[in-house]
């Protein structure tokens, strides 16, 4: 056991914190990250198969959390396990997480922090993701990538050996592009993730997906049917790109040129700043 990494991680508080110190220790990791070997060198005793309903995933542990045994659901697929494999290694990692977890597929997508659980269950992800897909060798595909296209999302999940989800999470997180990644099954919306700066989108869970849209490379498709009407000035030019996949799953990239965007906004404001107020 890897006891010096352990006595710094135990001083840590976020998940980036803790990132920062596993880097330092082993700055010569490459993609895929080797997570089960890494996690039974910090006390990490086994991996079970998880066969409860209900959960995808699992953490047992002491309470001074000085060993501990990952479950994932029995049959879950090679990628995703690694992700769930993860984010129980957040929950025994990050000090503050006590006791033992069982986690839900809803628990592995969140994001919020408006409750004790749902904050715990975003660390975790957060852990999950920042260890599986490093940051920098992250953005340093981004960067070598090109404009955006949706086949980006595959190459990636190839090279970090994860779910296109998880990808695509990471991706919108990290991007520096106006852009937003979108799930589908069976012709409707299973959920969306978002850039920080990219509009708020009108479509949610189980609408149907809006017109076609090209699959071969970016595209103009009618923003009034994703985007909320609430932009200032005209509305952007939003392109999009399909991915169809198996069993009637896709993966759709909406994606707003920034400079375009940028420039409208400045024109509206100088639109603005001459448009004559009176007073009532």
């Not at 260890?131 to 960067?143: E, I, N, R, Y």
Request: hydrophobic letters at 40%.
């Amino acid at each position: 056991m890897n006891e010096e990494l352990l006595m710094e991680l135990a001083d840590c508080g976020s998940p980036e914190k803790l990132l920062a110190v596993i880097f330092q220790h082993h700055p010569h990791w490459t993609p895929p990250i080797k997570v089960e070997e890494f996690a039974l060198s910090v006390g990490i005793r086994e991996f079970r198969d998880l066969e409860v309903d209900g959960f995808v995933g699992a953490l047992m542990t002491n309470l001074e959390k000085t060993m501990g045994v990952i479950l994932c659901a029995k049959g879950m697929g090679h990628r995703r396990r690694r992700f769930t494999i993860g984010h129980e290694l957040g929950h025994y990692i990050i000090p503050a997480h006590r006791g033992d977890k069982s986690c839900t597929s809803s628990d592995l997508a969140e994001t919020r922090r408006d409750s004790l659980h749902r904050q715990e269950e975003a660390q975790a992800n957060r852990f999950s993701a920042g260890l599986l897909m490093p940051k920098p060798a992250f953005k340093a595909h981004l960067d070598g990538f090109g404009p955006p296209d949706v086949s980006h999302i595959e190459v990636l999940a190839n090279t970090f050996d994860v779910s296109r989800e998880a990808v695509a999470n990471r991706y919108v997180d990290l991007t520096v592009e106006m852009c937003a990644v979108v799930f589908v099954r069976a012709g409707r919306i299973r959920y969306a993730r978002t850039s920080r700066d990219f509009p708020a989108l009108s479509v949610r869970q189980g609408d149907a997906v809006p017109s076609d849209m090209p699959r071969d490379s970016l595209g103009p498709v009618p923003p009034g049917e994703w985007l909320q009407p609430n932009w200032r000035g005209r509305a952007p030019a939003l392109n999009a790109q399909r991915f169809d996949q198996a069993e009637g799953h896709a993966t759709i990239l909406l994606h707003i040129d920034t400079h375009t965007f940028e420039a409208d906004e400045e024109e509206h404001d100088l639109i603005e700043s001459y448009t004559p107020r009176f007073r009532r």
